[in-house]
């Protein structure tokens, strides 16, 4: 198999189970059968499919693109991908109008090589492969925690080291640099499919580490970054909600809990209250180039609607990362 052809685990197995993998001539149709030094494998791998979802002309603001990949700033509103309830508009059918014969072909059909995602209310950095070396090197990164990705977020509370019922939280535990990290298991919620729930047994593994970057609104909110170790379902929301720091604005995990008018004052109140969105924007990415391993570093400014609600809560709108 030549290396160009990057394919995954279960990439190969539907091309055994289609009865395109050869070995010494006679058709190979068991994807667990073991192989003996000196067999030779022949793979015949048909060109990918095009894709049934269609290009839309819907603006994208690019911040990086050259043969293998783009880094995207996605806008608050915009759904990654096409799904029910959203079949069009998406994210997908801009990138397939902007870069469509380009795009990788990663498990047989043509279409964007989406390697992590990010909530349609959530506004910030994502990359897109467009070879299949791009989509695997960087699926590969992203499994083994060595990518770099850093949110920002605005939470109810302050999310205090020294906060006993904070540090009493199962998952919850200080870390050295000055932080907190949260670990827990993360699984879809048994009577709500479209919400994700804390395990401690079962489920997937997930890391988030938190540390605070202001305090806003007399003690009532704070600004955090949030920086994931994995890459799960609403990961960071889900995460602040069991730590008792939801986000602002977040209809599913953020609770009923509002700022107190009287300590927080009349415009931080209203600010807060009319945020229509969860308060989290993808502020950093980061991750090895695939052709060539340069480190690749981007950065996010804060979109016009959070800034605003940061400047009512009284925090500075000329936060940078560190």
């Not at 109008?97 to 910030?124: C, N």
């Not at 990705?149 to 540090?167: E, F, K, N, Q, S």
């Not at 994700?196 to 909110?221: C, M, S």
Request: charged share 25%; hydrophobic share 40%.
């Amino acid at each position: 198999m030549p290396v160009e052809a990057h394919l995954s685990r279960s990439r190969l197995a539907k091309l055994i189970a289609q009865g395109a993998v050869r070995r010494g001539g006679a058709v190979l149709d068991d994807p667990k059968a073991r192989v003996a030094e000196g067999d030779v494998i022949e793979i015949a791998v048909p060109s990918a499919e095009e894709s049934h979802i269609l290009p839309e002309d819907i603006p994208l603001d690019i911040r990086h693109e050259d043969d293998d990949l783009v880094v995207i700033d996605k806008p608050a509103g915009m759904v990654v991908h096409p799904a029910p309830g959203s079949p069009s508009g998406t994210l997908v059918n801009a990138l397939l109008h902007h870069f469509g014969g380009t795009l990788s072909g990663v498990g047989g059909m043509r279409r964007p090589g989406i390697v992590h995602r990010i909530d349609k209310e959530t506004s910030g950095l994502l990359v897109v492969a467009k070879s299949d070396r791009a989509h695997h090197a960087l699926a590969a990164q992203f499994a083994a925690h060595s990518a770099e990705r850093r949110y920002l977020a605005i939470c109810h509370g302050v999310p205090d080291r020294a906060d006993p019922r904070l540090l009493g939280t199962r998952g919850v535990s200080v870390e050295a640099g000055g932080g907190i990290r949260i670990t827990t298991q993360l699984a879809r919620h048994k009577h709500d499919r479209q919400r994700q729930a804390v395990l401690f047994e079962g489920g997937r593994h997930a890391v988030t580490h938190v540390a605070l970057e202001e305090t806003l609104a007399g003690g009532q909110a704070a600004l955090v970054s949030c920086r994931l170790e994995t890459g799960r379902t609403h990961q960071i929301r889900v995460h602040m909600a069991h730590a008792g720091h939801g986000l602002i604005g977040d209809p599913v995990y953020g609770g009923r809990r509002k700022l107190s008018q009287k300590i927080a004052g009349d415009a931080a109140w209203e600010a807060a209250r009319g945020f229509s969105r969860q308060a989290l924007h993808a502020e950093t990415l980061g991750f090895a180039h695939p052709a060539d391993s340069r480190w690749m570093r981007f950065e996010s400014p804060l979109p016009a609607d959070f800034a605003a609600l940061l400047a009512a809560l009284g925090g500075d709108t000329a936060h940078t990362s560190a």
